[in-house]
């Protein structure tokens, strides 16, 4: 996998865009080392390529037409606006987020994780106390294989 490691909410991951075909991913990044088919109960097709070395994982959507509509990374050299999300605390991430326009998070405890959700972003932070261990990001994707967006 050949990117910059930045996350860029509702936009992409680097040089990676949401709404792009598995076909362009793999020109611009090279194959997976492995792939995923996920059963979901919506009849939406769901593909997911990891890529382990480089701690990333990609996800495509769709019925008609399958296109990138999340990232999950746990690479230490993600940032997020130009800082190392790995790096920073909660209440940094918080703090950074709002300096974006993303206020409001919500903090939700499952399984002994806590994932810190920012819907309008839709992006989840996920730690283990005060560790970060994930971060997933998205947009969402009609049965087309389209993005939507609000309005």
Known sequence: MKTTYEILPLVGFGELKFGQTIEETIDMIGDAEEIDHLDTDDQMNTIVLHYWDQETSVFFEGVSKTVLSCFETDHLDATLYGKKVFEMTKDEIIALMAEH???????????????????DALIDFFYDDDELLAVNWG?????AGEIETED
């Open 139 to 143: 947009v969402i994707v009609n049965e």
């Open 101 to 119: 326009g993303y206020t409001n998070p919500e903090t939700e405890e499952e399984e002994g994780e806590i994932r810190l959700t920012f819907d």
